[in-house]
Structure formats: structure tokens, C-alpha cells
């Protein structure tokens, strides 16, 4: 079964740039979230779909941040304009229904400098 | 109330050791309490789980504790492997979302030969 995939990996970008992330969840998966992990923290939820309707988007910043999830498969997270303290690691995980099979992805780094 | 507190900050044990991370917990609510591992440049991957409904769940090496009245769960890595070096996270949710973790800070592990 192939993982949940990411891309890109890294990313350096300078402040007030926009960024965008894309996710690829396990196929069949119907639940996707997306967790910001700061260094030297665990990572917390920015925002959850349940196929392409979202669930909890509460601690997702959304003066700047936004994120969809068209046809209820691929994902996409968009930082616009990006901070200083938005440098973290964006983790996508999916599972088949809840907390049941969730899998994380290997997230990708951003760095805003 | 949401949070979900994990000590140590880091850990050394020597192999064959005992490894032991703990975590506290407030919200009641709170039905699924599992643990993950992560190793540099990976996402987290879920290691072992437990219900409030038992005190103590064993897989392999790898063992959680439950304390329902304390609030409290903590995770037993016996004998101990220089490959179990990583960073260690507990995580809970709710049965009644459809999969939100809140995790703990983390704990990373070093575990010497």
C-alpha cells in the first residue's frame, strides 16, 4: 500500500512570499488533516476534511492560511503572505474513517527567512 | 484543558535499559490515548494505542500504563535498542471527532550502545 505522499520536500521562501503545499493521501482514505509541527513541538491540527468538505479548519489561521481538498482526494495548503513563525513542518495524514488507520506522511520542511 | 503534557523533554538510557515517557492529560472526553515514534525527516508513525478501558496494553517491547483517576499514561520501552532512538509523542482523542490528536510535546530518545 503506498503511504501518504507530499511534496515538495523543502521549501525556502522570504517573508510575505506565498507557498503551497500538496498532499496525496492513501488511496481511498476519506478523512485528510493537515498539522503544522514546530521544531521541538508536537504537531497540531490546522485543519480536517472529511472527502472534500472540511471538518475543524478552528486553528487554522485563515487570514493567511487556506487549504482544499477538490474531489475529495489530493490536497493543497497555501500560505499567503508567509511569516517568519510560519517555519515548521506540514504534516498530511490520512485514515479511512477517523482515528482508525491514520497515516502520516513525511511532511514537508518550510523555512521562511 | 485540551492539552496534553509530556515529560521528559529528552532521554538517555543505555541499551538493555528500561525507557519510560509520561504523559498527563485533563480533558475527561478523551477516549484514544496513542503513542508515536518519529525519526529525523519522517512523519510520525503510530506504535501502540490504548482505551481508557484497561490499565495496561503490551506489544513486544513497547508498553502503555493507564492511570484513568490520575489522568495519566505513560509509555514502557523495555530492553532498550540504540534503534529505538528517535522522538516519542503521545497523542489523545475523542471518539465523538473523527480524529483530531492533540499530542504532547515530545520526548526524544537516545538510547547508547
Known amino acids: 500500500e503506498a503511504g501518504v505522499a507530499q511534496s515538495p520536500r523543502y521549501k525556502i521562501i522570504e517573508k510575505r512570499q506565498s507557498v503551497a503545499f500538496w498532499c496525496n493521501p492513501i488511496?481511498?482514505?476519506?478523512?485528510l488533516y493537515w498539522y503544522q509541527q514546530i521544531l521541538g513541538q508536537g504537531p497540531k491540527l490546522l485543519i480536517q476534511?472529511?472527502?472534500?468538505?472540511?471538518?475543524?479548519d478552528s486553528q487554522l489561521p485563515k487570514d493567511r492560511f487556506s487549504a482544499e481538498r477538490l474531489k475529495g482526494v489530493d490536497s493543497t495548503l497555501k500560505i499567503q503572505p508567509a511569516k517568519l513563525e510560519d517555519s515548521a513542518v506540514y504534516l498530511c495524514?490520512?485514515?479511512?474513517?477517523?482515528?482508525?488507520?491514520?497515516?502520516f506522511g513525511s511532511g514537508t520542511r518550510l523555512t521562511v527567512v | 484543558q485540551q492539552q496534553v503534557k509530556q515529560s521528559p523533554q529528552s532521554l538517555i538510557v543505555q541499551k538493555g535499559g528500561i525507557s519510560i515517557i509520561n504523559c498527563a492529560y485533563e480533558?475527561?472526553?478523551?477516549?484514544?490515548f496513542p503513542w508515536y515514534q518519529q525519526f529525523p525527516g519522517k512523519g510520525p508513525a503510530l506504535l501502540i494505542a490504548i482505551r481508557p478501558d484497561v490499565s495496561e496494553k503490551k506489544e513486544g517491547r513497547f508498553t502503555i500504563s493507564f492511570n484513568k483517576s490520575a489522568k495519566q499514561f505513560s509509555l514502557h520501552i523495555m530492553d532498550s535498542q540504540p534503534g529505538d532512538s528517535a522522538t516519542y509523542f503521545c497523542?489523545?482523542?475523542?471518539?465523538?471527532?473523527?480524529?483530531?490528536?492533540?499530542f504532547g510535546q515530545g520526548t526524544t530518545l537516545q538510547v547508547k550502545p
Open positions: 495524514a490520512s485514515s479511512p474513517r477517523g482515528i482508525h488507520g491514520y497515516t
Open positions: 480533558n475527561t472526553a478523551f477516549d484514544y
Open positions: 476534511f472529511q472527502n472534500n468538505g472540511v471538518v475543524d
Open positions: 488511496s481511498g482514505h476519506a478523512t
Open positions: 497523542a489523545a482523542s475523542t471518539s465523538s471527532n473523527t480524529g483530531k490528536l492533540i
